[in-house]
């Protein structure tokens, strides 16, 4: 395997609750000590719910702001840590496209003013360089220069100001581009557009992603390998063929068996079967697997004991005591202690 | 409409209406013909809702689809007599044989959250931040009823019951803010129910929330629907939604009808090309990583702009000259099946 161009080690990122007297109340465990790896040109999605810790991930993967703890390696650059100058110039490199395109384009500049915009702050090319280098990228993403260039956000739609907010993180040639929920405030015809466009860039720039959303199904369809979160932990990682045929962890069951089926005709398990309860708080995180209390295969190990992530198939691994499909393998007696490293 | 059928039995919850499963029966119970919403904005006229007809039989799902701006929420909101001032509503909304359209206010209120009531998309700006939630249910239950404080607010609790709200009691004085967004969309279905509601309209109800929390609450609406005998009817943007949930599907495309037939036969007999980009342009797990889903391109039109012709032509991949000049008309086409279509998928020898 080549090397890695981003490495995320051991990642922990928490935020102290205070109340009016300033006084300290609890810690939000937001990002509790997750790893992972992206190659060159490949796709991770990352799947979790409201409240797991994805977007602060992204986030402190990008140093906004820095993470309490742990490794961001970016090219072999380690970003945690660096001054602010250095961060900038590894940063051009790592883009991020966010949900909504209107929130993140300012309202008063026209759309080649905007795409314009990465370039001037670092001092790309002279200025007909820089319009040629415009005009290129709306071309890219699909937008007509003559007909775009001068409108701005508010006279564009949803998915237009999206695809002005990718071509805007185009500007600098990045290898990484962190996609948070990019396609999730976008109608479905407008959305399988918006996807296509990402697909394409993908394969004629060579990019890699970091595709964050909500909906497996969506993430399924742009992903090489897919990261399954929950509660601030990675949860289960693997490759989408198997993932979703044989999903392993108890969580990653449940999101399957939400997503509605477009077929009528299809069998439904209902979600209450696989998921109960509601999200604990991520300030008193439950004991040993942060699951347990929604979980329908949970026992007493799993509140004492914190799963690590282990190999379970090829390339395919999960955080679980008891995973699903496994249990003659790996099950341990009630009580006894796990030994269950691989 | 009376408080029938309650008795503060502890925490036994009875059902509403008059029993589950009732099959379709008679006149529907809403019927909407030829419903058009206009609005006058910066001195242009925008047609929201173009000649929408169809009706909802008591007890059923009926699943009102379609994107952004296709005039499926001013349509709901014409139901309920929640449009604004500015809206100029014309056609014919009869619910129990009743015309909503022109009912003056004071009539329009017994109706309004009695017979018929809504769930709106965000829970969070639904609810009172100030008030606690029990008390904000109990005053459901008393402007729609005549229970006496104590009753209604034991009725209250049954009502969180049946919304599987956990821990009844303890939450009745809660604040919104302390509960998670599904919880709020519960409190929102329970305040909707207090009057024992005929018909339920949900506008969106799950959109704002997680998959597992939307899937919690969609199995909710629908065990609910079914034991209150209620009517209801699921508006989303979600093709999937209303495969799983709705009994039948009607797709809606810059104002107005495009297709409407049970929610097998839809899926099974895609007539309308719209609908079967909208099918096609859901991402599926048995679609393999990397694989192109088929987008069809372009906008919906601009509602400002008078139509001529079928309004999916500029985007349709069966378009003819015939589309751009003559609209198709709406009606039914094969038994329980309208579309409206020159060419429909699987029927014209030419596609």
Known sequence: MTEPLLQVSNLIQEFTVRDRGGVKTGVVHAVSDVSFELAPGETLGLVGETGSGKSTLARAILQAPPPKSGSVRLRGVELVGLKRQKLTEARRHMQMVFQDPFGSLDPKWRVHELVEEPLIAFKVGSRGQRRTRVDELLDLVGLDPSRFGERRPRELSGGQAQRVAIARALALDPALIICDEPVSSLDVLIRAQVLNLLERLRTELGLAYLFIAHDLALVKQVSDRVAVMYLGKLVEVGPPESLYREPLHPYTVALLASIPSPDPSAPRQPVAETIRGELPSPIDPPSGCRFRTRCPRAQDVCATEEPSMRKLANGHFAACHFPVGRDDAAAPVLGSTVASES | ?351
């Open chain 2, 1 to 351: 409409m009376s408080a029938n059928g309650l008795s503060p039995t502890g925490s036994e919850v009875q059902p509403l209406g008059d029993g589950g499963g009732v099959a379709p029966t008679g006149a529907p119970l809403l019927e909407i013909a030829n419903l058009r919403v206009d609005f006058h904005q910066a001195g242009r006229l925008v047609r929201a809702v173009d000649g929408l007809t169809y009706a909802v039989p008591s007890a059923r799902t009926v699943g009102l689809i379609g994107e952004s701006g296709c005039g499926k929420t001013v349509s709901s909101r014409a139901i309920m007599g929640l449009l604004p001032a500015s809206a100029h509503v014309t056609g014919s909304i009869r619910f129990e044989g009743q015309e909503l359209v022109d009912l003056p206010e004071r009539h329009m209120r017994s109706v309004r959250g009695g017979q018929i009531a809504m769930v709106f998309q965000d829970p969070s700006r639904s609810l009172n931040p100030t008030l606690r939630i029990g008390p904000q249910i109990t005053e459901a239950i008393r402007l729609h009823t005549d229970l006496p404080k104590a009753a209604a607010h034991d009725r209250a609790v049954e009502l969180m019951e049946l919304v599987r709200l956990p821990a009844a009691h303890q939450r009745f004085r809660h604040y919104p803010h302390q509960l998670s967004g599904g919880m709020r969309q519960r409190v929102m279905i329970a305040i909707a129910l207090a009057a024992e509601p005929k018909l339920l309209i949900a506008d969106e109800a799950t959109t704002a929330l997680d998959v597992t929390t939307q899937a919690q609450i969609m199995e909710l609406l629908r065990d609910l629907q079914q034991r209150l005998g209620m009517a209801l009817i699921m508006i989303s943007h979600d093709l999937g939604l209303a495969a799983s949930f709705a009994d039948e599907v009607l797709v809606m495309y810059a104002g107005r009808g495009v297709e409407h037939a049970p929610t097998r036969k839809l899926f099974e007999h895609v007539r309308m090309p719209y609908t079967r980009a909208l099918l096609d342009a859901i991402p599926r797990l048995e679609n393999a990583p990397h694989s192109p889903l088929a987008a069809v391109p372009g906008q919906p039109p601009d509602l400002a702009h008078e139509q001529v012709g079928c309004p999916f032509s500029p985007r349709c991949p069966n378009v003819t000259d015939k589309c751009r000049e003559q609209a198709p008309p709406f009606k039914e086409q094969e038994p329980d099946h309208q579309w409206a279509c020159w060419h429909p998928c699987g029927l014209d020898e030419r596609v």
